[in-house]
């Protein structure tokens, strides 16, 4: 398992694991993949102690950080800087809709915090003002040699800035269209998610939009993302075209991870069909597990949920209940994962991830050798 | 491309295509795959006329009929005789719904049978009862040697009966669930069409269904369908570890189809995000090119969809129209694809995307055989 754009990177697999934990980073790292840590929640201070944390283990491998800079916020235009731009978000939030978010979480026997706090959160990394502090913290790291944008083409002047920097540009998307403007803006590795991933992810289908993507930005490599948690799904993502896998479910299920055990049971105990694209937390579709919180905003007569960043001064309180009670079956917590949950049926070491996943891909191209051998016999 | 299922039903290359043209069939089968023609919407007399020019034109090829039993539907405890249940559903169509049809027809300057005929629609096999014939039908013709059911497992006693006759089995999924039903029932072919799929699919993606359903049934063969419009695709079907696959979307797109030209231009026009799973026509959610009528019936405050076989009773009206108006744009007709139909830039010879097919899957596992040979070198 190994594409071009291995080499260029100095990777063994191209295998791309994104995740919040910097153990994971690590792991993911020292066995032949390529760890990248998502950035949003942390300040830049916070990161700062993550990246030295992980540049003391991960050895001499290179890895990448993950920001958020969305095409479309509300506030976007407004020139404020991240602290006045925060007031001003918190101000815009509707009352009858943060009481709705109290309500399911009162409904479920999960306290609020008792100092008013809930409606203060940070906007730690969800716009360009949030983020460009963290992307000057990675270029600080000199194994950091990929930035990527989940959301969206990352402004011009951040591209040339991280291209001046020696580092690579990749960007996540969700159609031709999108991916052509990442193309055209310099993105330097296109990041093709189909509808069945985990978080913010579009409508179609991995298996029509990987080999249009492809298409649409040849010669510019791609990773295939959405429903990747197999050795024998990468051999799919590779026979379309694309250069490698970028994954994220999976590694919410391994040792190294920092996710509960009430939450990775969730995970073993779901299938595919258990998931649904809500923009009950962050704002925008966002695929998770379907639960009480998730189908709240559903219902016709209840609010609607907000824009982004909006929805998730709002939602916030429900993940931080999540992990404060982690010992608790809570059904209104943020589970962010794609459909290929169905497939978990364990916690795994990363390490044996990455080997069972390089195992698989080549018992699946072998058999495709098989077969064209047969034919040909 | 071959695998031992084609070894099973005597063809060169896995290639199912469902198609409600002859001609396709005929050509599909003549090409080394293997053509379906879908049963609904013909008489029993009318399927004999049909499948008689098939038998004249197809030389020794085999060939295979689909029908449509859902596992759930109204009326489907009656045990009415086809002629009564058809009565009966008629009159179960609520006027305020038959009205609201009638008003997107004409407030689009599509005229209404002026013989009060349009909700005198026949179910032509839409239900066990009316199902039943056209298998009778099929059997009489010994090339058949498939039956494939579109929407749930066929009746313990149709399937003993068709298996009595020295043919096969199909039936398609969404969900290893379903899978597993069928596998329990005797059904010798599985196949999984993804969320991607024309028509008639589930909500799980295609990249992450195959091989679930894979694993549920082996040994039983399985075929991959939703997002089959290449070699590439094919391959990594294979990949997944099916063992060929079905498809229905490109074969509106061949010379030999009946599709109009109309129609033909706006799949090419259309993009993948211009799809929706709509219960508009069928009753079911069923993947077609977003349109007024689509739209029309998500309005809130508009009728719901009624349910199978009863929405179509109304929609009927919509296919008529598109079927009498082929050369005007009629932003009411039922057009159903799959998101594939981002992929289509012209109308081909059968035999072309045939050729086509086999050469690009061969490409494709070309490249995965070099790129394991360069990591071995």
Known sequence: MHTPLCDDLGIEFPIFAFTHCRDVVV???????FGVLGAVGFTPEELEIELNWIDEHIGDHPYGVD??????????????????????????????????????????????????????????GW?????????????????????????????????AHIHAAGRKVAALCGSPYQARKHADAGVDIIIAQGGEGGGHCGEVGSIVLWPQVV?????????????????????AALALGTQGAWSGSQWLMVEEAENT????????DASSRD???SRSFTGKPCRMLRNDWTEAWEEDGNPEPLGMPLQYMVSGMAVAATHKYPDETVDVA??????????FTKVEKTSAVIERWVGEYLEATGTLEQLNAAANA
């Not at 731009?85 to 509707?94: E, S």
């Not at 990675?138 to 011009?156: D, S, Y």
């Not at 298409?215 to 051999?235: D, F, M, R, T």
């Open 27 to 33: 792991a993911v790292s020292k066995a032949g993949g």
């Open 67 to 124: 920001i958020v800079i969305p095409n479309k916020y509300e506030g976007m235009d407004s020139n404020l800087s991240a602290d006045e731009l925060t007031t001003m978000l918190q101000n815009m939030v509707p009352k009858e809709t943060l009481d709705f978010g109290r309500k399911i979480l009162t409904d479920h026997g999960v306290p609020l915090p008792d100092d008013g706090s809930e409606n203060a959160l940070q906007l730690l």
């Open 215 to 235: 298409k649409e930005v040849a010669p510019v490599p791609v990773l295939a993302a959405g429903g990747i948690g197999s050795g024998q799904q990468i051999a």
């Open 275 to 277: 998931t649904v694209r």
């Open 127 to 159: 716009t360009e003002a949030t983020a460009t502090p963290q992307v000057e913290v990675a270029l600080q790291h000199p194994k950091v040699t990929l930035i990527a944008n989940a959301l969206g083409t990352p402004p011009a002047d951040m591209i």
């Open 261 to 268: 055990t009430v939450q990775q049971q969730a995970y073993i």
């Open 334 to 343: 943020f589970n962010p994962v794609g459909q290929v949950v169905g497939q």
